[in-house]
Nanobody
Framework: QVQLEESGGGLVQAGGSLRLSCAVSGSISGINLIAWFRQAPGKQRDLVASITSGGFVYYVTSVKGRFTISRDNAENTVYLQMNSLKPEDTAVYYC???????????WGQGTQVTVSS
């Protein structure tokens, strides 16, 4: 089992910044991918960014140049630095862990990010 705990959400004005953290614990596979998803009210949960255990990163086009995903492997913590925030970034942000099998996948509880205009 893997446990994920998100933190760092909050309320910011457009153009502001937030740094989300995802603390990962438990039986972590040496080969894994951790991703940030977000879900706004009435919308599907969408991938925002991901990072592999080897440090390869991916971003959805709408956040490229504004968000940065990183990980501290020694601490098993993944970060999402969000700059130049826009109201359309408002959502609950979820951390997701994916191991090497379909069963080895877990979600965090989510953290709210609200961006005012």
């Amino acid at each position: 089992q893997v446990q994920l705990e998100e933190s760092g959400g909050g309320l910011v004005q457009a153009g502001g910044s937030l740094r989300l953290s995802c603390a990962v614990s438990g039986s972590i596979s040496g080969i894994n991918l951790i991703a940030w998803f977000r879900q706004a009210p009435g919308k599907q949960r969408d991938l925002v960014a991901s990072i592999t255990s080897g440090g390869f990163v991916y971003y959805v086009t709408s956040v490229k140049g504004r968000f940065t995903i990183s990980r501290d492997n020694a601490e098993n913590t993944v970060y999402l630095q969000m700059n130049s925030l826009k109201p359309e970034d408002t959502a609950v942000y979820y951390c997701n862990y994916q191991g090497q099998t379909t069963r080895d996948a877990y979600w965090g509880q989510g953290t709210q990010v609200t961006v005012s205009s």
